[in-house]
Structure formats: structure tokens, C-alpha cells
């Protein structure tokens, strides 16, 4: 009997199994919960195809609504999970997303990109790009979902992701920043949380924890086997001939990093390049000391995970900054 058990081919411990049949397992992430009402914040959510043939779907959000008529800010949301592991349907992810949305009052839709290794980088950010055009197809009020033509306000629209999340946060801002490219609405702006950015050359903290450094070195060159280099503008946006952040496709930033995250570093590099890259925007940063990377969906009824939500809803409920 043991002979019919799949052959492993190789393990990325902690995210995956791969067999030689071509299954892969995943361990993490994969306790989902489906889409609903939530009984504790009174947010509904429910999951939309956005392209069938690539299995390319995205989890709605929508908040109490005090009229039928009522708009609200948009937030096109991408999950973590180093581009391999989680998805929109993760408890984690399901439970952090209905706690955002009613504290912000926002609608979000949530993407479910594909991931990792069967389909590495730049799967991720062409399905989250596409999903993203999906989503401004509602501006004129006449696209297929309801809930977009009739409570999106296309007028305030944001980005924001976690670790890898954030990665496709940037890309994609930088993509519509673009002018051939004609997104069709402007981005108001993107919130980076514990962003994954990184290097092949070690900075501030980083190898001071050696272990943690070395599987962080090795997951760009697994999940994006094409572009393997630590220093590819997509990691490494500050990377020597990296296009210009100028370029950033949105009227506001926000970068949030933890004290112990071995990621941290990065989120600050990017804070103070972009801060002075000449990008006509306002950027802002906000440190969560004694916590670790994407510590909030580990523990969301934390003080600290709780004042993170906090952060992010104000973030959203801004107006668009002055351009001087």
C-alpha cells in the first residue's frame, strides 16, 4: 500500500509539498471559511468570477449600509502569503478583511490571483492587474456586479496588500502610473503593510538573524523562477536601474512596518526613497514596535492589530492631498 502514496519531489517548508505527479500541497492557509454575513461586524461578503477560463475571482465586500444609494470608498485588496500559500477564502484573511471594512465603512474586493509554483510570477500580478481593470469596468455604474455599480466610488480608490500583497500593491501602482497604459480612473492611494521588498545586498538588521535572512533569499528566485535575481525592480524597487518611483501611479502612501519583522528595513528604504524620488504625493509611515511580520491576522484581537485597522481606516477616509 505504501507504493500508491504520491513520490515528493521537493519541499518549500513552511508554504509547499510538490509531488512528482505535479500535486502540490499546501501548509499553509488552506482553513477557509466561506463567503457570508458576519454576525460580528454585520459586513456581507460574496466571491464573483472575474475571468473564467484563468479561474481568476476576487471576495466582495460591502459594509451596513445607511442607504441603497450610498458610496463609499474602494478598496481593491491583496492577500499575502509569499505568492505561493492563503487565499481570499483563508479565515485569516476572511475575518481581518470583514474587521477592516466595518471599521473603515469602505467596499473592498478582495483578488484571488493565482499562486505559486504552478503558476509563478508574473501570474500574480497580470491576474491582480486584470482583476483591477475588472474592477474600474463598474466605473460608468454599468458593470456586471451590483454591489461595485452601486456603492464604489470611483473617485476614491485604493490599493493595499500584506507582505507579498503589498509587493502587487506597488507593482501595480507603478503599472497604472503609466500614461500608455489608460487605467481609466486614478488611484488615490496604496497602503503597504509589512511589504515584501527586498535585496541581494543585506541592510540595517538583516543578517543579524541569518536563518530568517536565508529563506527570505530564497523564495523570490522559487516563486519567480524567470526574473530569480534578489535585485529585480519587482522585489527590489530601489534597485540600481529600477525604474523611477516618480513614476508611482497614486496621490498617497501609506507604509506600514513591525519592530521585529526581518522585513522591516525595506518598508523604511522605500519610505525615505520615495519621500525624496521627487513623486508628487505624501507618504507616510507608521511602526508597530514589539510585533513581527503580519503579526495583525496572527493575532487580530491584539491591541496593536486592532490600532493597525484603525490606521488604515483613517488612511481611507481621507481626501485626495493637494498638489502644490
Given at each position: 500500500m505504501e507504493s500508491s502514496k504520491p513520490e515528493l519531489d521537493y519541499e518549500f517548508l513552511p508554504y509547499v509539498r510538490v509531488y512528482k505527479d505535479g500535486h502540490?500541497?499546501?501548509?499553509?492557509?488552506?482553513?477557509?471559511?466561506?463567503?457570508?454575513?458576519?454576525?460580528?461586524t454585520g459586513v456581507s461578503s460574496k466571491d464573483v468570477p472575474i475571468i473564467q477560463e484563468s479561474a481568476i475571482s476576487a471576495?466582495?465586500?460591502?459594509?451596513?449600509?445607511?442607504?441603497?444609494?450610498q458610496k463609499l470608498p474602494l478598496l481593491v485588496?491583496?492577500?499575502?502569503?509569499?505568492?505561493?500559500?492563503?487565499?481570499?477564502?483563508?479565515?485569516?484573511?476572511?475575518?481581518?478583511?470583514?474587521?477592516?471594512?466595518a471599521e473603515a465603512n469602505i467596499v473592498a474586493v478582495s483578488v484571488d490571483y493565482r499562486r505559486a509554483p504552478e503558476h509563478p510570477l508574473p501570474t500574480a500580478y497580470e491576474d491582480s492587474w486584470a482583476a483591477l481593470q475588472w474592477v474600474v469596468s463598474h466605473s460608468n455604474g454599468?458593470?456586471?456586479?451590483?454591489?461595485?455599480?452601486?456603492?464604489?466610488?470611483?473617485?476614491?480608490?485604493?490599493l493595499a496588500g500584506d507582505s507579498a500583497g503589498a509587493n502587487i500593491a506597488h507593482n501595480i501602482a507603478m503599472l497604472a502610473g503609466r500614461p500608455e497604459v489608460g487605467l481609466g480612473v486614478g488611484l488615490l492611494g496604496v497602503a503597504l503593510v509589512h511589504p515584501y521588498f527586498w535585496g541581494s545586498q543585506s541592510i540595517g538588521s538583516e543578517a543579524t538573524d541569518p536563518e530568517?535572512?536565508?529563506?527570505?533569499?530564497?523564495?523570490?528566485?522559487?516563486?519567480?523562477?524567470?526574473?530569480?535575481?534578489?535585485?529585480?525592480?519587482?522585489?527590489?524597487p530601489v534597485?540600481?536601474?529600477?525604474?523611477?518611483?516618480?513614476?508611482?501611479?497614486c496621490f498617497r502612501v501609506l507604509v506600514c512596518v513591525a519592530e521585529k519583522d526581518v522585513l522591516r528595513d525595506r518598508g523604511w528604504l522605500y519610505y525615505e526613497s520615495l519621500a525624496r524620488s521627487g513623486w508628487v504625493g505624501?507618504?507616510?509611515?507608521?511602526?508597530?514596535?514589539?510585533?513581527?511580520?503580519?503579526?495583525?491576522?496572527?493575532?487580530?484581537?491584539?491591541?496593536?492589530?486592532?490600532d493597525?485597522?484603525?490606521?488604515?481606516?483613517?488612511?481611507?477616509?481621507?481626501?485626495?492631498?493637494p498638489i502644490l
Open positions: 502540490v500541497e499546501r501548509l499553509l492557509g488552506t482553513d477557509t471559511i466561506p463567503a457570508s454575513l458576519d454576525s460580528r471576495r466582495l465586500y460591502l459594509p451596513n449600509l445607511i442607504s441603497a444609494t485588496y491583496f492577500h499575502g502569503g509569499g505568492f505561493c500559500v492563503v487565499s481570499t477564502s483563508t479565515s485569516m484573511c476572511h475575518h481581518y478583511l470583514n474587521s477592516l471594512v454599468e458593470g456586471h456586479e451590483s454591489w461595485l455599480n452601486s456603492h464604489a466610488d470611483f473617485s476614491r480608490v485604493f530568517r535572512k536565508a529563506f527570505v533569499d530564497r523564495l523570490w528566485p522559487y516563486v519567480c523562477p524567470s526574473m530569480p535575481d534578489n535585485d529585480d525592480p519587482h522585489i527590489n534597485a540600481a536601474g529600477a525604474p523611477s518611483l516618480l513614476g508611482l501611479g505624501v507618504v507616510e509611515i507608521t511602526e508597530t514596535e514589539g510585533e513581527d511580520h503580519v503579526f495583525h491576522l496572527y493575532n487580530p484581537t491584539c491591541e496593536n492589530a486592532k493597525l485597522i484603525k490606521r488604515l481606516a483613517s488612511f481611507f477616509n481621507r481626501d485626495k492631498p
